[in-house]
Structures are given as C-alpha cells and as structure tokens.
C-alpha cells in the first residue's frame, strides 16, 4: 500500500497536535504529513512547562504553549518552521528507530546544497567553523496496538525542519535562567540552531517556506489525500478537549520550586513557592516593601491557586493591600 501524504494547511498549533493523535489512533496505513504552526512552544511529554518557559515573553508575543506526544525537549514554532510527521507501522524490536526518519530528510536537504548531516540519535545540523548548528530536532512515540488503528503497534516519528524561523523570539520563549528553578521533570538540552535557508545553495536562495514544502513533499513517494469533514470534525475536538486545555500542558507538569526577585518603585519583592501539578503548595513573599495588611494572609489565600496568570490575578484582586503600590500584573508577572 502506498505511503498517504496528508496536506495539512491549518497552522493552529493545537490541531496540529491532535492530528497527529488522531492520525495515529484513527487512520491505518503509512501517513506522511507536512505541516507548519503559527508561533508556539510545543514541550515534551515528561517536561515541566514552568521549569522550560519565559512565560512573560510568550504572554506578551501571544505564543502558545502546547504539550506532545513524545519525549524530547521544548522547541518554537512559527510559520518559518517545517515540521514532518510520518506514521508508520514499528519494525524489529527496537522500540525506536530515528535513522530510519532522519536518513531521507538529511538527503532532501543535501539536494539543495545545505550540507546536513546527523549528530547523535535524533539531531540534524550543519557545521559553521566546525561548530554544529542544530536544524531539526526529532522525537518518537510508540502506539500499542490495542490502540493504534490497524491493530499493530505503529511508530509516529516527528521533526522540525528550521527553514527561517524567528531566532529572537526563539531564543525569547525558551530562555529560563537555570540557576532560579529547581524542578523534576525531563529539561530541555538547549543547542546552538541555524537557519536553513542561510545554508541553501546559490540556485535556491530566495526559495520562500512554502516552496521549501513543496520540494519536501516532492521527495516523499506516495499519494496525496486531504482530511475529510469528518476527520477535521474529530481533530478539533480533541483539540479543544485535550491540547488547548490548561490541564494537559500545564497541570500535568512535575513538582516545581522557584524563587524570583525584583527591585520595583515600591520597594523590593522576593518570592519563592512550591507546587505540584500546577497548583502552588507552598508560597512566601519577603521584601522590603510597605503593607496595611500582613502579607501572610496573601500568601494563605495564594495557596491551592493554579500557575494560570488569570487566576493569579483574580486572587491578587487586592495586592496593594499587603505591598503598597503593586499591582496584580507585576505580583503576577514574578511568580510565572
């Protein structure tokens, strides 16, 4: 049976994800899919979104932060970034198998002249000085048979491709000073990146991320097909039940400890909490600021609150009250 190349044009990051769920559990056959997100942060099932995130930085570029499937570390999406999916029945007893996906990307990208080529088990990279650039970075799953359509267990392999992303929102949305955050969970290794595009031989310079697409899909064998209604009706579902929930990205990160402090007008505020599942355990705020109520009370009601900047601004309704001149937002801001 020939390899089923899905055109996928939908950039919401959260359909994105639930299609390949979807894909995965619904649709037998070998799938290859193509596809590209508008700007979010896609974390690694076993990561801790607070531990990963500069979510300052990705509320106010308006990023959105989407939990996978597969293991791995965080990484950016925007339209500059390609991403592939292949589905495909699991082979031997290696339980996973990334030269089996990456082999054929690194000779797509050579056929432009860019000079890539693998490092370690899942890294793509060109060398500038000697130096590695990562380009694409890749992650597997594996579906048991009792739940992958076609009854056999089936291997979902997906990468990114960095075409011509956005470097300083990318930089912006993932930098976490490490030495702040104590946290268990899988942490993101952070590699020096690059640019396709920069790479390209001169006959292709100019070749815009829909072009580059294209010439991807040209190198993949098989017949193209588009998601029916009704596939598109149960994607979105999923997406609003599961991927664009707080619960699935957020509430499933791991124990979390962070202690931050700012110099504001009204004096300085250290804060340090605890929480679990997205929920804060434990909060204290010291400082040298000014308050008409002790700031203890605050810190009671704060407990049992979920690291959601609405909710922590709901329960910092009255902040002023305990630090004297703060308002909800910059109490908010410090503790996510």
Known sequence: MAMKIIINNHTDPYFNLAA????????????????????????????????????????????KVVRRLTGGGAVFHDLGNVNFT???????ENALDFDRF???????LRGLGVPAERLGRNDIVVRVGGEARKISGNAQCVRPAAFAAGGVDRVMHHGTLLYSADMAKLAGAL???????????????????????????PKH?????????EYMLSRVPGERVTLTSEDEAAIRRLAEEKYSTWEYTFGSSKQYSVTRKKYFEFGAVEIGLDSDGGIITEIKIRGDFFGVRDVS?????????????????RALSDVSDYILGATPAEIASLIL
Not at 38 to 59: C, D, H, M, T, W
Not at 102 to 108: C, F, K, L, M
Not at 182 to 198: E, H, L, M, Y
Request: some cysteine.
């Open 102 to 108: 990456t082999r054929p990307v690194v000779e797509a």
């Open 175 to 201: 930098n976490v000073d490490p030495e702040k955050i104590k946290a268990k969970g899988i942490k993101s290794v952070r590699s020096r990146v690059a640019n396709i595009a920069d790479f390209l031989a």
């Open 297 to 313: 009370e605050l810190c009671e009601r704060l407990r049992g609150v979920r690291l959601d900047y609405g909710e922590l601004l």
């Open 20 to 63: 390949e769920e979807y894909l995965l559990d619904n649709v037998p056959g070998e799938l290859f899919m193509l596809w590209r997100n508008e700007p979010s942060v896609i974390i690694g099932k076993n990561q801790n979104a607070y531990a990963e995130l500069n979510l300052e930085f990705i509320r106010e570029h308006n990023i």
């Open 86 to 92: 292949y589905i495909v029945a699991r082979e031997g």
């Open 205 to 213: 310079k100019g070749m815009g991320a829909e072009q580059f697409m």
